[in-house]
Nanobody, 123 residues
Framework: VQLQASGGGMAQTRGSLRLSCAAS????????IGWHRRRPGRQRELVAD???????TYADSVKGRFTISRDNAKNTAYLQMNNLNPEDTAVYYC??????????????????WGQGTLVTVSS
């Protein structure tokens, strides 16, 4: 499975961006999907995650501003980011836990990370 993250860019304070994370490759079933970020000079942190059933959790710093969602038919997750501020400037990564199905019937649990997408918020 490969994860392709997209949608990063530049925004002004109080602006919005929408990130996408698309999974592809082989036979699989996605479980939890998460968005993480690494802000300058800080460790990577979980921003939000969503279960296969659609239950979402958020970091306190983004509650009420960010919304995570998923389209299971498209194997894609989204992160809608509203009311952005310069503290949200970071490289954003998605990751996914999934079941991988092989032709011989083997089922393996795995985790994959997408490449980062840079979000820059100017004041």
């Amino acid at each position: 499975v490969q994860l392709q993250a997209s949608g990063g860019g530049m925004a002004q304070t109080r602006g919005s961006l929408r990130l996408s994370c698309a999974a592809s490759g082989g036979s699989f079933r996605l479980n939890n999907i998460g968005w993480h970020r690494r802000r300058p000079g800080r460790q990577r942190e979980l921003v939000a995650d969503i279960s296969s059933g659609g239950s979402a959790t958020y970091a306190d710093s983004v509650k009420g501003r960010f919304t995570i969602s998923r389209d299971n038919a498209k194997n894609t997750a989204y992160l809608q980011m509203n009311n952005l501020n310069p503290e949200d400037t970071a490289v954003y990564y998605c990751n996914a836990d999934y079941w991988s199905y092989s032709d011989d019937g083997t089922v393996v649990a795995a985790r994959e990370w997408g490449q980062g997408t840079l979000v820059t918020v100017s004041s």
